[in-house]
Every structure is written in C-alpha cells, then in structure tokens.
C-alpha cells in the first residue's frame, strides 16, 4: 500500500494501523473483491511526479462529501472503510503476516 499511495497520490504513506478487511461482490459480474483498508500519515508530496495513467488528481475530500459523492465511488466499500475509521476500528500491523 506504500508504493501504491505513492504511485497514486504523489504522497509517501506511512501505515500505522489496520481499519479492516472488507468483501464485495460485484453485483452483476459476480466477481469479488477484497479490500484492506489502512490508517497512517502522509509525508513528502512530490508535486512533480506524474500519477498513475488511470488517475486524474488526487483529491482529498471531508467524509460528509465523500458520503454526498456515493454514485461516483467504485462500491460500498470506500464508505464503510472510513465509517469505521470515524467508528475507531484499529488493528496493529502485525495481525497480517508475510
């Protein structure tokens, strides 16, 4: 999730704690999709490095909004990710091994 943040937000992530590990099935396709959502700190933005082809910006936006933005979201998933961040769901890192 460090190399990914950084490929798609130009920010370096720093994880600190696990929110949760959610499944979506794809309502017309069938297929599922596992989720790990993580918490942690952002540090040195490289406003220079280009993102990811299939990104247009990285946009940080209060819940509220997010919420009021659910038809452009891929699924369900990105809002109950941050409910149980706001719900105070932390894991530690280690509860996942290599």
């Not at 920010?11 to 704690?17: A, G, L, N, R, V």
């Not at 599922?32 to 406003?47: A, K, L, N, Q």
């Not at 936006?61 to 998933?77: G, K, M, N, V, Y």
């Amino acid at each position: 999730m460090i190399r990914e943040t950084k490929e798609e937000t130009a920010w370096t992530f720093h994880p600190e704690s696990l929110v949760g590990i959610y499944r979506w099935i794809h309502p017309r396709k069938g297929e599922t999709y596992i989720r790990y959502c993580f918490s942690g700190t952002v540090t040195d933005h490289d406003p220079e490095q280009p993102l990811d082809d299939d990104i247009h910006q990285a946009l940080w936006l209060p819940f509220d909004e997010i919420r009021h933005r659910q038809a452009d979201l891929r699924s369900t998933l990105v809002t109950d990710c941050f409910q149980d961040y706001i719900d105070g769901h932390r894991y530690p890192l280690d509860i996942l091994r290599n």
